[in-house]
């Protein structure tokens, strides 16, 4: 059912139990999982004139994401990989998921609603509204 599960990521907590729930679920169906950081673009707005070193850190912190997910993985017996981009997290999400044939997208949600969620946008909200395969979502509540 699914071969390839990507795992965006953005080092929190969240991310972390959805990483959990990727590799379990690639366990199950023999799956690689691919973890995915993006740079968001956004972040860059108002920072100092140096961007190319702004950009250089957030890249760091990326590996550091991704590595531990490709860490989970690789310790339980997965094929893993990962990917860093630069740009809009939803964009690049769905874009990766349709150029690398993901057939499973698994990732956090922090569950704000409402005014929340209408002032600050939800990538996870945009990935699953927009996404050509299935969106597995885990809450930051989730065990």
């Known amino acids: 059912m699914y071969d390839k599960i990507l795992v965006p990521t953005d080092g929190s907590e969240v991310s972390r ?17 691919t973890a995915l950081y993006v740079v968001d673009i956004g972040r860059l707005e108002g920072m100092s004139l140096d961007v190319g070193g702004s950009i ?16 989970a993985a690789e310790s339980a017996g997965l094929d893993a990989g990962s ?11 769905l874009e990766y998921a349709d150029e690398a ?17 209408r002032l600050l946008g939800s990538v ?20």
């Open 56 to 71: 250089e850190r957030l890249e760091d912190e990326g590996e550091d994401y991704v590595a531990a997910v490709v860490d």
């Open 83 to 93: 990917e860093i981009r630069l740009g809009k997290p939803a964009e690049e999400i």
């Open 124 to 143: 996870t909200e945009r990935v699953v509204r927009l996404s050509d395969v299935p969106v597995h979502v885990v809450n930051e509540k989730a065990e």
């Open 101 to 117: 044939g993901v057939d499973l997208i698994v990732m956090g949600t922090h569950g704000r609603g409402g005014l929340g969620r």
């Open 17 to 33: 139990r959805a990483t959990e729930h990727a590799v379990d679920l690639a366990e199950k169906y023999g799956a690689t999982v």
